[in-house]
């Protein structure tokens, strides 16, 4: 039977318009005024924005760090995703020193398999670089892997200045797009230590350790390597308005620069590492929290339609046991942060109500950009004919709070603990199938694999 959803407000990257949408198995059929209703299921959601399925190109599920494992597995972080109106997230399978592409992808397959409730795919993140795996690229395309991570610093994951120009090089012949963790690992490296020599050794450091120049120098350092090899470049989690700046320059002279920035980028400060009993432990995400005008400068960047994609860069590790790890030594506390329930309920409160951002723009950055960037439009990202029916029906009237007793997240804190929310993804459909009624998850699981082709740039 077909599914009408009847008045509700659909917005699209350009224009928001009240419409009806007919879902005919698991696709969109039909956009328009007043549909034919003979024999179909009429949901009135008239009083609701009508957004395409959210996608977090940015998260890390399941992910050992060698040390500790993260709280949420695909199992709990994608039910998380759905409830907060993400149907599409995009993983980094990682490869271990030693390892082929293959193998880490197929550990991810693994870990991802009958346990998604959202759909899923992989950005494979190159730690071993040699000939063996540039051929194997090739490969990854054929299996719907068509962007990478590369990491600037953390001693186990990153790549030499060398290793990243070839895998542009390399991207270059493909097509697709490689995320950067811009910090200069050598510059933390020798913080961290001079930081522990000083007998610095609580959170507070965290953010010493890794100034806005670490970020800035790596942004420059990657954009002239790109700019050499004339390849389209993303940059994942911005944090400065240094690095922003560097970003800027690169674009002037003509490279096509693409911009991530995170939540915690937008809402947080670094004042949140001064908290007592250890409470900045819950903070410590890498590039870390930043000065107010770092805060405003992304949101203005995002006003002017500059950064192209919002991720959360959702890693969970909880505090009791896990953040803790580092209570003698802030360099041993699991970097990373909970987000990816809440992203659009965030952006919406904060960007949107603020008129920071348009309804429209908050299309573009969490779902349109991103499916064009990641090789995944108009099959997802879009409210189009033919799009897979991924549809979040959001309830601009709901008003809540963010607590971590309440959350989906497998995690015991949320950095944004007591944060008013306005707005929530009322209902979810996840091609064609409601998956969230009423703000809260009714079917699980029922995540599929989304191969990939090429990146369009936008
Ligand atoms: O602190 C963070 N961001 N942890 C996750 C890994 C990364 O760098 O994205
Ligand atoms: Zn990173
Ligand atoms: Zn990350």
Known sequence: MDLILKGGMIVTSKESFV???????????????????????????????????????HTHFDLDTGTTKTADDFMTGTKAAIAGGTTTILDFATQNKGETLSEALNQWH?????????DYGFHMAITDWNNAVSEEMDKMKEEGITSYKLYMAYESLR??????????????????????????????????????????????????????IVEAEAVNRYISLAYLTKTPVNIVHLSTKEGYYEALKGRARGQKIYIETCPQYLLLDDCCYEKADFEGAKYVFSPPARKQEDIDCLWKALSEDNIDTIGTDHCSFNFKGQKELGRQDFS?????????????????????????ITVEQMCKLLSENTSKLFGLYPKKGCLQVGSDADIVVWNPNYEGTILAAHQMQNVDYTPYEGMPVKGRAERV??????????????????????????????
């Open 159 to 212: 790549v030499t200045d060398g290793e990243i120009y070839q895998v542009l090089k390399r991207m270059n012949e493909i097509g697709g797009l490689i995320g950067m963790h811009c910090e200069n690992g050598d510059m933390v490296k020798e913080r961290t230590q001079e930081l522990k020599a000083e007998g610095k050794l609580t959170p507070a450091a965290h953010p010493l350790s890794r100034p806005p």
């Open 332 to 356: 041993m506390i699991p970097n990373g942060i909970p987000g990816v329930e809440h992203r659009a309920a965030l952006l919406y409160t904060y960007g949107v109500l603020n008129n920071r």
């Open 19 to 57: 419409a009806d949408i007919r879902v005919l198995g698991e696709k969109i059929s039909e956009i328009g005024r007043n549909l034919d209703e003979t024999g179909a299921f009429i949901i009135d959601i008239s009083g609701n924005y009508v957004f395409p399925g959210f996608i977090d190109s």
């Open 110 to 118: 693994k870990k991802a398999r009958g346990v998604s409730s959202c």
């Open 429 to 458: 459909f996840l091609r064609g199938n409601e998956v969230v009624y009423q703000g809260r998850v009714i079917k699980e699981k029922t995540g599929m694999y989304l191969p990939r082709t090429e990146s369009v740039y936008i």
